[in-house]
């Protein structure tokens, strides 16, 4: 059984996109892996849980944005 083209492109732009979002998702990683460290430590001081949550919201939204941004249109 033969594929059509249109099937062939559609296919295509699916494992584009999957690629496309993996690149996008490593740099996250990176970031969100090198603020563990900070993560783990800022909670337990009072003046910089305030800061820990910024962090966790910044890597939030950048997930976000990223997987938003991602999505078929």
């Known amino acids: 059984m033969r594929s059509t083209w249109p099937t062939l492109i559609t296919g295509?732009?699916?494992?584009?996109?999957?690629?496309?979002?993996?690149?996008a998702l490593l740099p996250l990683l990176v970031v969100t892996l090198a603020s563990v460290p900070a993560l783990a430590v800022l909670p337990f001081f009072p003046r910089h849980s305030i800061r820990a949550r910024a962090?966790?919201?910044?890597?939030?939204?950048?997930?976000?944005?990223?997987?938003?941004?991602?999505?078929h249109r």
Not at 55 to 71: F, M, N
Request: charged content about 20%; aromatic content about 10%.
């Open 12 to 23: 295509a732009r699916w494992a584009q996109r999957v690629f496309i979002v993996l690149l």
């Open 55 to 71: 962090i966790v919201r910044q890597l939030i939204e950048w997930t976000r944005t990223t997987l938003v941004s991602s999505r």
